[in-house]
């Protein structure tokens, strides 16, 4: 049965199939007595989401005029049971010139706010009750001090009032931050596409829209926004910036986006949705990150399905990751040349008070089928049963970043006080870090 989280993933991506006549449809309806399914022929190519082992897989369905004979044939080539189907979206079929379009589309769809506006229209004010435009000459007029909170990947700047709003610290951390004349003469967040462009365009964009500004800068980075602060700080040293605070940021790279593992890494992230939206269910906790996941490792498969061919016994090469630049930049591969210039920083900004905090995800033995899905995808001491075609990551980690990566600038280690290590957890993850009370805390402290 399709989980709420995949339908409505479906329901955002899929697209209407394309009026083929009736003599097409009168065909449609012949396949299907003889128990053809009409959608696998509509024109359409697909990603199916099926369940392996307890685990998710997507598995990439060419139209009916590439596969040849019988419907069913795919199935057999990828070993796949059609019945154990989650979701199927169906959507047009993609060839390699068209990624890009596909990525700018579901940026959009991840971000509605980022339709039809310029890159530097992206930096918005808090009303109060939303993400607002800036008003003409507004950043000139500001003093004191003003924070920026800048997003991470799938995500939108929309996500920190819901998460702040998750837990009553939270919701009385983000009252105090936003209320206007105490900490902050204005809080403002940066809507930015994540996939279809590289953090450090993001970080010019950021440069152009604040460069009015005079005010002393604060700014908080989750996930890949604490990288476009890097390079922010790389790109714009003269930037009168006090103090830069990355959350769970992979400042030096993630596993889930290395080239050799972009086809495990989509199974992964569709695997860490589910399984922790049936949590959320069962234990009534509020995980408003889920959704903008589900619907961006979904879009991403129905982007790269074709050009991974996602569930082939003889895939091509994962180095398809290279068709996105927003994952190619965050690869933990040690020939990462985008972050080989990042670090170290010079100049002025090497002045810049950088902290970061972060922590490891390990759930008892009690949380499964979150249990078996870390063991699948961590290499850690002891677990060398679970080596294999699942593997991701080879240290501790918040499900989506390595913890080492935390912490690293290049060849500098951030150390006590820099670094604040939320250790291992059961409850903390990449997802929910904004609903951590020593998350918070530590916010609340620096953000004085």
């Known amino acids: 049965m399709s989980h709420p989280l995949w339908r409505a993933a479906r329901e955002q991506l899929s697209e209407p199939a394309p009026d083929r006549g009736e003599e097409a ?43 040849g004979g019988g419907a069913r044939r795919s199935w057999r080539a990828v070993g796949l049971d059609p019945r154990e189907t ?23 769809r991840l971000n509605p706010v980022l339709g039809g506006m310029q890159p530097t229209d992206g930096l918005r004010r808090w009303d109060g009750t939303h993400w607002a435009p800036l008003p003409a000459g507004f950043l ?8 920026v909170l800048v997003h991470g990947t799938f995500s939108a700047s929309a996500m920190y009032a819901r998460e702040f709003a998750a837990t009553a610290d939270g919701e009385a951390l983000f009252e105090r931050l936003t ?29 152009d829209a604040l460069a009015a500004c005079t005010a002393e800068l604060d700014f908080v980075g989750h996930s890949r926004g604490g990288l476009v602060i890097a390079w922010l700080l790389r790109l714009a040293p003269a930037l009168p910036v006090r103090q830069a605070l990355f959350v769970g940021s992979p400042l030096a790279g993630t596993s889930l986006a290395a080239p050799d593992k972009i086809r495990q890494a989509l199974d992964t992230l569709a695997s860490i949705a589910d399984v922790l939206a049936e949590g959320a269910v069962r234990t009534g906790r ?38 996105v630049p927003g994952l190619l930049a965050q690869g933990r591969v040690a020939n990462n040349l985008e972050l080989a210039q990042l670090w170290p920083l010079q100049g002025p900004a090497a002045g810049v008070d950088v902290r970061a905090i972060g922590g490891s995800f390990q759930p008892s033995e009690v949380h499964e089928p979150l249990w078996k899905l870390w063991k699948r ?12 075609a ?41 997802t929910n870090y904004f609903q951590d009370a020593r998350v918070l805390n530590w916010l609340d402290r620096r953000l004085r």
Request: proline content about 6%; aromatic content about 6%; some cysteine.
């Open 86 to 108: 989650v979701e199927r979206i169906a959507f047009p079929a993609l060839g390699v010139n068209a990624v890009t379009a596909g990525l700018q589309k579901l940026d959009v």
């Open 286 to 323: 509020l995980m408003p990150g889920l959704e903008p996941l589900s619907l961006g490792v979904a879009g991403l498969a129905c982007v790269l399905g074709k050009v991974l061919q996602l569930g082939s016994r003889l895939p091509l090469a994962d180095a398809a990751v290279g068709l």
């Open 140 to 147: 000139s007029g500001l003093a004191g001090r003003v924070l």
């Open 390 to 430: 699942d593997l991701i990551f080879d240290q501790p980690n918040d499900l989506v970043v390595d913890s080492a990566a935390m912490n690293r600038l290049g060849s500098q280690l951030l150390v006590a006080p820099h670094w604040e290590d939320l250790g291992p957890s059961a409850e903390t993850h990449h």
């Open 377 to 388: 995808v961590t290499n850690l001491k002891g677990q060398a049963m679970y080596h294999g």
């Open 25 to 67: 449809r009168a065909s449609i309806q012949q396949r299907r007595r003889r128990g053809y399914e009409a959608a696998r022929d509509d024109g359409r190519a697909a990603v199916r989401l099926v369940r392996d082992d307890g685990l998710l897989r997507w598995v990439y369905e060419p139209p009916a005029r590439e596969r």
């Open 179 to 207: 209320r206007a004349g105490d900490r902050y003469a204005a809080v403002l967040a940066f809507d930015h596409p994540t996939l279809s462009v590289a953090p450090w365009l993001n970080a010019l964009a950021l440069r």
